[in-house]
T-cell receptor, first 110, second 114 residues
Framework: KQEVTQIPAALSVPEGENLVLNCSFTDSAIYNLQWFRQDPGKGLTSLLLIQSSQREQTSGRLNASLDKSSGRSTLYIAASQPGDSATYLCAVYNNNDMRFGAGTRLTVKP | ETGVTQTPRHLVMGMTNKKSLKCEQHLGHNAMYWYKQSAKKPLELMFVYNFKEQTENNSVPSRFSPECPNSSHLFLHLHTLQPEDSALYLC?????????????FGPGTRLTVL
């Protein structure tokens, strides 16, 4: 059974810092990995989708990497802003199932 | 808005009540999903409908009954729920149920079972 772990559970940084969020999974036979953002009381917004054959994806200030063999993905956020404050979730898809991590709650202080 | 809407946004019900959650997507997608998000637990996939056919049911208790009358609408019928069923219920859709496709989520229904 696939297990997805996100570390740290919470992170607080001053505005302008670059930061890295971590996601690990136990079964490396994944089809893809997706990073989401969730604002309090709201649904999820897809940020980046990495196929198993890819090593990274970039969108604006966000860069997600995937190392399937080691069961790890990172989400890099450059020049963080207060508007980046949210919970970030990673999810992996394989065997007709989608498993989510518990998320990292990010606070960017002005 | 992502094109996926859910109603109601908040619901309080007793354990003997029967209620339904509704999800609608305007994205032309063929797959729709129900997820449960409990406090301090990872998001759990409950049901998957692909081209109106239920393809996945992740050991969800029978007190939760999904219905997908067409590819744009998805319901979750609730009856004799327990307090531990209180959670945020999220609906999502995608082009199809398969790897390599992006899922789009609705805002969720916050359910409280008294």
């Amino acid at each position: 059974k696939q297990e997805v772990t996100q570390i740290p559970a919470a992170l607080s940084v001053p505005e302008g810092e670059n930061l890295v969020l971590n996601c690990s999974f136990t079964d490396s036979a994944i089809y893809n990995l997706q990073w989401f953002r969730q604002d309090p009381g709201k649904g999820l917004t897809s940020l980046l989708l990495i196929q198993s054959s890819q090593r990274e994806q970039t969108s604006g200030r966000l860069n997600a990497s995937l190392d399937k063999s080691s069961g790890r993905s990172t989400l890099y956020i450059a020049a963080s802003q207060p508007g980046d404050s949210a919970t970030y979730l990673c999810a992996v898809y394989n065997n007709n199932d989608m498993r989510f991590g518990a998320g990292t709650r990010l606070t960017v202080k002005p | 808005e992502t094109g996926v809407t859910q109603t109601p946004r908040h619901l309080v019900m007793g354990m003997t009540n029967k209620k339904s959650l509704k999800c609608e997507q305007h994205l032309g997608h063929n797959a729709m999903y129900w997820y449960k998000q409990s406090a301090k637990k990872p998001l759990e996939l409950m049901f998957v409908y692909n081209f109106k056919e239920q393809t996945e049911n992740n050991s969800v208790p029978s007190r939760f009954s999904p219905e997908c009358p067409n590819s744009s609408h998805l319901f979750l019928h609730l009856h004799t729920l327990q307090p531990e069923d209180s959670a945020l219920y999220l609906c999502a859709s995608s082009v199809r149920w398969a790897g390599g496709v992006e899922q789009f989520f609705g805002p969720g229904t916050r359910l409280t079972v008294l």
